[in-house]
């Protein structure tokens, strides 16, 4: 679209207002809290890898699990919901980008977390 936004950006930029929404109003202030946010809301469940950069793993997607043979990462809405929740704990801007997909034939879905 001429004014640059594409329904992904969409999905992420809503993405990132609800999880800082929720994760505000759960009160998260670590990585378990944000564990026990995604897992109560049926998001997903999260783990951590403790890599550079940060990598974030959420098995059971929301958005993807059950799905196969589609060629892309699609889940920008997850993306940005995590991206929202760290930067309600960290006080600073992140960027997180899928970089693997539960339904491209991973086991999970893997997104890259980039402090800005």
Same mark, same amino acid.
């Given at each position: 679209? /001429?004014?640059?936004?594409?329904?992904? /950006? +969409? *999905?992420? %930029?809503? $993405?990132? %207002?609800?999880?800082?929404?929720?994760?505000?109003?759960?009160?998260?202030? %670590?990585?378990?809290?944000?564990? +026990?946010?995604?897992?109560? =809301?049926?998001?997903?469940? &999260?783990?951590?890898?403790?890599?550079?950069? *940060?990598?974030? =793993? &959420?098995? @059971?997607?929301?958005?993807?699990? $059950? &799905?196969?043979?589609?060629?892309?990462?699609?889940?920008?809405? @997850?993306?940005?919901?995590?991206?929202? !929740?760290?930067?309600?704990? *960290?006080? =600073?801007?992140?960027?997180?980008?899928?970089?693997? !997909?539960?339904?491209?034939?991973?086991?999970? !879905? @893997?997104? @890259?977390?980039?402090? *800005?």
């Amino acid at each position: 679209n /001429s004014l640059g936004f594409t329904t992904n /950006s +969409m *999905l992420y %930029s809503a $993405g990132k %207002s609800v999880g800082k929404h929720i994760c505000k109003k759960a009160d998260v202030e %670590s990585l378990y809290d944000m564990k +026990m946010v995604f897992e109560t =809301r049926g998001i997903g469940i &999260l783990e951590f890898i403790d890599d550079t950069p *940060l990598k974030v =793993r &959420l098995y @059971e997607c929301a958005a993807c699990s $059950g &799905l196969s043979g589609i060629e892309k990462p699609i889940c920008f809405f @997850e993306a940005g919901v995590i991206a929202g !929740c760290l930067e309600h704990m *960290l006080n =600073r801007n992140v960027h997180v980008n899928e970089i693997k !997909c539960h339904a491209n034939g991973h086991g999970y !879905c @893997e997104f @890259e977390v980039k402090l *800005l």
